[in-house]
C-alpha cells in the first residue's frame, strides 16, 4: 500500500523557472494537503482541498497554485520560482478534514532555487 | 486562531532514560492533539492521538501523551528512550469545528540520543 506519493523527491531550480510537484494518495481520502517545512519552522500549510472540485489558500500560499485533478491527485506550482522558496515539500491527506484530523504525509520533495 | 509552542528545541537524553517533550496549545474549544514523528529524510509519521475521553493516551513504539486542559498542555513521554528516538517531534492540533484546514504544528522538538 503506497499511502502518499510526491514526485519529484529532489530539484533544483534557477530563479524564475517553473515547476510542478506531484501528489498523489491511494487511500480514497477526501482532503490532501500543501505543507512547507523550513528550519526553526515547524510545517507551514500553502494550499489544500476538502474534497475534489474544491481548492483553499493556507498560510503562505503566495507563489504557489494548486490544481485538485481528480480525487486522487493534487499537484502544487511554482510559476517563477524564488530562493526564498528553497524548502522541503511536504504532501499530505486525510479522511474527512478536520473531523478526524489525521494526516497521512509523504516522504517529501526537497526543492533548492538558486 | 489555534496555534502550537513546544518550548524545547533540542533536547539530549541518555539512552535508557526517561523523556517528557513539552507542548502548549492555544484554541478556544476542545481540541484535536497530535504527536508525530520525522526521522531525517523522511515524512512525518503518526505517534499518537487526543480526540476525546481519557486523557492519557497510549500510542506507538511505546510513547504515550496526557493532555491537560487547565494548562493547556500535551506533553510526551516515553520511560526509556532508544537510540532509534532520534528524531524530530511535532505536536500539532486540529480544528475540531469541522473544518477541512488540516493541523497547525509546532516548530519540533530534535531529540538527540547520547550513549
Known amino acids: 500500500n503506497a499511502g502518499v506519493t510526491q514526485t519529484p523527491k529532489f530539484q533544483v531550480l534557477k530563479t524564475g523557472q517553473s515547476m510542478t510537484l506531484q501528489c498523489a494518495q491511494d487511500?480514497?481520502?477526501?482532503?490532501m494537503y500543501w505543507y512547507r517545512q523550513d528550519p526553526g519552522m515547524g510545517l507551514r500549510l500553502i494550499y489544500y482541498?476538502?474534497?475534489?472540485?474544491?481548492?483553499d489558500k493556507g498560510e503562505v500560499p503566495n507563489g504557489y497554485n494548486v490544481s485538485r485533478l481528480n480525487k486522487r491527485e493534487f499537484s502544487l506550482r511554482l510559476e517563477s520560482a524564488a530562493p526564498s522558496q528553497t524548502s522541503v515539500y511536504f504532501c499530505?491527506?486525510?479522511?474527512?478534514?478536520?473531523?478526524?484530523?489525521?494526516?497521512?504525509f509523504g516522504e517529501g520533495s526537497r526543492l533548492t532555487v538558486l | 486562531a489555534q496555534s502550537v509552542t513546544q518550548p524545547d528545541i533540542h533536547i539530549t537524553v541518555s539512552e535508557g532514560a526517561s523523556l517528557e517533550l513539552r507542548c502548549n496549545y492555544s484554541?478556544?474549544?476542545?481540541?484535536?492533539l497530535f504527536w508525530y514523528v520525522q526521522s531525517p529524510g523522511q515524512g512525518l509519521q503518526l505517534l499518537l492521538k487526543?480526540?476525546?475521553?481519557?486523557?492519557l493516551v497510549q500510542g506507538i513504539k511505546g510513547f504515550e501523551a496526557e493532555f491537560k486542559r487547565s494548562q493547556s498542555s500535551f506533553n510526551l513521554r516515553k520511560p526509556s528512550v532508544h537510540w532509534s528516538d532520534a528524531a524530530e517531534y511535532f505536536c500539532?492540533?486540529?480544528?475540531?469545528?469541522?473544518?477541512?484546514?488540516?493541523?497547525?504544528f509546532g516548530k519540533g522538538t530534535h531529540l538527540i540520543i547520547q550513549p
Open positions: 499530505a491527506s486525510s479522511l474527512a478534514g478536520g473531523l478526524s484530523g489525521e494526516l497521512f
Open positions: 487511500m480514497n481520502h477526501n482532503s
Open positions: 482541498s476538502a474534497s475534489e472540485g474544491t481548492t
Open positions: 484554541y478556544g474549544a476542545t481540541p484535536y
Open positions: 487526543y480526540f476525546s475521553g481519557d486523557t
Open positions: 500539532a492540533v486540529g480544528y475540531s469545528g469541522g473544518g477541512a484546514d488540516g493541523l497547525t
